[in-house]
């Protein structure tokens, strides 16, 4: 196993310095101390509130053991009782045990759960939590300094590596550094490595290159080892290198914990399952159970393969599934095990519960239609003796809660957001806002009140045109182009506003009263749903270039966005509703329901593309609606500049979109600037998939341009026509 990344943290394990171990009795610290008296329950009782696979699980306290938990199956009751069952049969001393999982919330619950089991001695933590006690415990004998403290701010640390490395202090630039940092960390790859890795692994941050991005992680490492801080997944790193550098360390850790439970296993990183293999070492009593169908956070690092593997990995593993849904009717369980049949790992639910209402598919024109018909959904739930706070709308990103939020003031419907600040908390909204009441009081123009707006927001940085990078500056730019079109809803309801009737009704939408937390209808991503449950649930926005979204342009992430569906549909107990609107504004370019939709539900007539656009008919114009290969609606501008999906068949010459990568080498190196800035790889495969021969057909294709053109045409199109001939 290669020794993990170690953080820029300069240590040395010598020989001549081993650990002081003084008393070889010793346990590590705990907050778990046996209860003066507990007595654990009897084992008969332990298993009698579980169904047979949970039994199966809850028994099996040998050798490798693999639980593929299903949603709703009550992973975490098999898990907590196995190990109360292990300690009342004497098969487990509960102060060896360690249960990991991933958050506060869930160690907190697992805890509660073992405490009323009676495993009162159970240590159950979070990965970081572990980690940290044992690094803060070994360190200063290993190194004779105590564990540098954790940096109260991440942020600061990157803003000075960037500002060092000559990058624009912008916030969402620096949020964007700072995920790559932590990405780099968990995936065990070094600040030189990622030049070489981030592509492969299609990692980006807008407007700068992989070597960019590196020497500012360099710089971070520097930065943050001259200040003597470490950050929070140095965590692991500080404690992944006394285990592997110092034997007595490795020693007493797992002579103190020799059996292993893992919750949520399918979001591993790489060096979390590095640092489990170090606790354990060779022992084989270890448990993990987690559903490879929830794998949603594999942009953070997580690796689905650590759990799919794991039979492959441990051949003497049992492999246990869990499989009855307590949570949902059989009407959702049906359509969640269609939306994954067939599309990757995973169990096929089976219903315990009775039949409940089918779920509801809704079609609108544009998204403030279907926000409003969602409102009308949730308030006649309501009527039926629903409350608002068993109810919940789901959505893929955060700007997408813009309508909603509005649809719900106007219905009077209280309303909570989770996993962000409200809408109009958000700093770019906030920065739009006050950018839009300076404007009110210095703007004189008779332009309508909507392109005005349009004005501000371009004094801001924002264009029409999404960015190609992902992240925080998709997110800003998603945000306000919500805000552009709720603009454009209000001057098209009042042709003769001006501009500061439209500052008002923001205004008064931004001071608009939510809901406190579990008194209203829950707002929420679909990453931030996960782990949650209604009675009620609606995923919006399950179209073409919003589920799964834009961005999703391998395979991979295409089957992750719908594991993220799978996710949504099944937090509903009882009533669920997928609905999609086929423009955002009741205008422009139409857009598809999702293809996660394929077989279930019958897309209606309208939104289907036409017989005569499934084929393609020689060069066509960038802003083409459909895609070439299969025929349904295209959503980006990557997608529109190719006339087809990602992920479906290319058409185009590899060789000659290599030679059009090697001429545009040439020409970024001599004007001195990064290759994207001549053309975007999008760009070049449009090219080549289209094979332009003359000006004319040159400047159909998406991010060519006029300017571009005139630069770049000269050499280009001799270069396209020879492939043209050499094609023919």
């Given at each position: 196993m290669r020794p993990p990344y170690c953080g820029g943290l300069t240590v040395s394990a010598r020989a001549?310095?081993?650990?002081?171990?003084?008393?070889?009795t010793r346990h590590l610290p705990s907050d778990a101390a046996p209860t003066v008296g507990a007595v654990p329950l009897h084992p008969d009782a332990i298993l009698e509130a579980l169904d047979p696979e949970q039994r199966a699980a809850a028994t099996a306290l040998e050798g490798?053991?693999?639980?593929?938990?299903?949603?709703?199956?009550?992973?975490?009751r098999a898990m907590t009782h196995r190990i109360a069952y292990g300690v009342a049969v004497g098969s487990y001393d509960p102060r060896a045990v360690l249960a990991l999982t991933f958050t506060t919330r869930a160690a907190g619950e697992l805890r509660g759960r073992l405490r009323r089991l009676g495993a009162h001695a159970v240590q159950a933590r979070t990965f970081h939590s572990a980690a940290l006690r044992q690094a803060q415990y070994f360190w200063p004998q290993a190194y004779g300094t105590p564990l540098p403290p954790v940096a109260d701010?991440?942020?600061?640390?990157?803003?000075?590596?960037a500002r060092r490395e000559r990058f624009p202090a912008e916030t969402a630039l620096l949020r964007d550094l700072a995920g790559e940092v932590s990405w780099a960390k968990v995936s065990n790859v070094a600040p030189a490595d990622y030049p070489e890795v981030a592509p492969t692994r299609q990692r980006a941050v807008a407007g700068r290159t992989p070597d960019e991005?590196?020497?500012?992680?360099?710089?971070?490492?520097?930065?943050?080892?001259?200040?003597?801080?470490?950050?929070?997944?140095?965590?692991?790193?500080?404690?992944?290198?006394?285990?592997?550098?110092?034997?007595?360390?490795?020693?007493?850790?797992?002579?103190q914990y020799r059996t292993f439970v893992v919750d949520e296993y399918q979001d591993v990183s790489p060096l979390q399952q590095a640092l489990l293999d170090l606790w354990r070492g060779d022992r084989d009593d270890l448990c993990v159970v987690g559903d490879p169908a929830q794998t949603i956070h594999s942009f953070a690092g997580a690796q689905a393969s650590f759990l799919t593997s794991f039979a492959l990995r441990h051949p003497s593993a049992q492999v246990i599934e869990l499989v009855r849904d307590y949570r949902s009717t059989p009407e959702i369980i049906s359509l969640a095990n269609a939306v994954m049949r067939g599309h990757g790992p995973g169990v096929e639910l089976r219903p315990v519960r009775?039949?409940?209402?089918?779920?509801?598919?809704?079609?609108?024109?544009?998204?403030p239609d279907d926000a409003r018909s969602l409102v009308a959904w949730l308030k006649a739930l309501a009527d039926q003796g629903v409350p608002y706070g068993e109810m919940a709308v789901l959505y893929r990103i955060h700007a997408m809660s813009v309508p909603l939020e509005a649809a719900l003031s106007d219905a009077g419907i209280p309303y909570a957001t989770r996993g962000s600040e409200g809408f109009f908390e958000r700093g770019e909204v906030k920065s739009a806002l006050h950018a839009?009441?300076?404007?009110?009081?210095?703007?004189?123009?008779?332009?309508?009140?909507?392109?005005?707006?349009?004005?501000?927001?371009?004094?801001?940085?924002?264009?029409?045109?999404?960015?190609?990078?992902?992240?925080v500056v998709r997110e800003r730019w998603e945000s306000w182009s919500a805000l552009a079109s709720l603009a454009d809803d209000f001057c098209a309801a009042h042709p003769d506003a001006s501009l500061?009737?439209?500052?008002?009704?923001?205004e008064a939408r931004r001071t608009s009263q939510h809901a406190p937390a579990g008194q209203g209808v829950t707002l929420s991503t679909l990453h931030a749903a996960k782990g949650l449950e209604w009675d009620a649930v609606a995923v919006t926005g399950v179209c073409e270039g919003s589920l799964p979204f834009a961005l999703a342009t391998t395979a991979e992430?295409?089957?992750?966005?719908?594991?993220?569906?799978?996710?949504?549909?099944?937090?509903?107990?009882?009533?669920?509703?997928?609905?999609w609107a086929t423009t955002r504004n009741g205008g422009g370019q139409r857009r598809a329901p999702s293809r996660f939709l394929d077989g279930i539900v019958a897309v209606p007539k309208a939104a289907a593309a036409p017989a005569s656009r499934r084929t393609r008919q020689g060069p066509r114009s960038a802003l083409s609606e459909t895609c070439r290969s299969c025929g349904r609606g295209l959503t980006s501008g990557r997608e529109r500049k190719l006339h087809r999906h990602m992920d479906c068949p290319a058409s185009y010459d590899e060789g000659l979109f290599e030679a059009l990568k090697v001429w545009r080498k040439a020409q970024a190196d001599a004007a001195g600037v990064p290759a994207f800035v001549v053309f975007t790889d999008a760009t070049l495969m449009a090219i080549a998939e289209d094979v332009p021969t003359d000006e004319a057909a040159l400047l159909k294709v998406g991010g060519v341009g006029r300017v571009k053109l005139d630069r770049y045409g000269a050499e280009l199109l001799p270069l396209l026509v020879a492939a043209s001939k050499a094609q023919a």
């Open positions: 001549a310095d081993p650990v002081d171990i003084d008393h070889p490798p053991v693999c639980v593929l938990a299903g949603a709703g199956t009550g992973k975490t701010s991440i942020i600061a640390l990157v803003a000075e590596a991005v590196a020497r500012v992680l360099a710089r971070y490492e520097q930065i943050k080892s001259a200040r003597g801080v470490v950050d929070f997944d140095d965590i692991l790193l500080c404690t992944a290198a006394l285990l592997s550098s110092f034997p007595e360390v490795a020693h007493e850790v797992r002579r009775p039949a409940g209402p089918v779920p509801t598919f809704a079609q609108a024109a544009s998204e839009l009441a300076v404007a009110v009081r210095t703007t004189q123009s008779d332009d309508a009140a909507s392109a005005q707006f349009r004005a501000v927001l371009a004094g801001l940085g924002w264009t029409p045109d999404p960015p190609d990078g992902q992240g500061a009737d439209l500052n008002d009704e923001l992430q295409v089957a992750e966005e719908r594991r993220l569906f799978y996710v949504g549909v099944t937090r509903a107990r009882t009533h669920l509703r997928i609905s």
